[in-house]
């Protein structure tokens, strides 16, 4: 189910974006999507057609676990993290956020309600804790 964030704004469609223009970018069927989702213990798909379809479209979907995560990021060729951020965006409405050193990060939830002077004060404040090496 795609959870709503607070107050009832919008709800976020960062991994369906992602997950759409990738799959155009990169030619493929929502079916050789989920060919390339297969667990190799298994020889499943992590992740069905239909699934893909539902968060391509913006429709209600189960949120994706680890596993599929990790699946997800494979079959369209993109790192983890990308598709971990898009995921916490969409579900959960947290946002990473990176210091100014991109050495340190933090998990910020609705920072894309924040100003860019808010943003930037936060990546300071990260940077002041984790001070770049």
């Known amino acids: 189910m795609n959870l709503m964030a607070e107050h009832d704004a919008p709800a976020r469609t960062d991994l369906s974006d992602l997950v759409r223009a990738r799959r155009q970018e990169l030619r493929l069927s929502l079916r050789a999507v989920q060919d390339r989702t297969v667990?190799?213990?298994?020889?499943?798909p992590l992740l069905k057609y239909s699934w893909i379809d539902r968060l391509e479209k913006g429709q209600p979907v189960i949120p994706p676990q680890y596993p599929q995560l990790k699946a997800l990021a494979s079959a369209l060729e993109l790192s983890l993290g990308q598709v971990q951020d898009a995921a916490g965006a969409q579900f959960f409405g947290i946002d990473t956020v990176w210091s100014e050193s991109h050495e340190a990060r933090a998990l910020v939830r609705r920072a894309d309600q924040m100003t860019p002077a808010q943003l930037e004060q936060l990546r300071r404040l990260i940077d002041a804790i984790a001070p770049p090496e």
């Open 39 to 44: 667990d190799p213990d298994t020889g499943d």
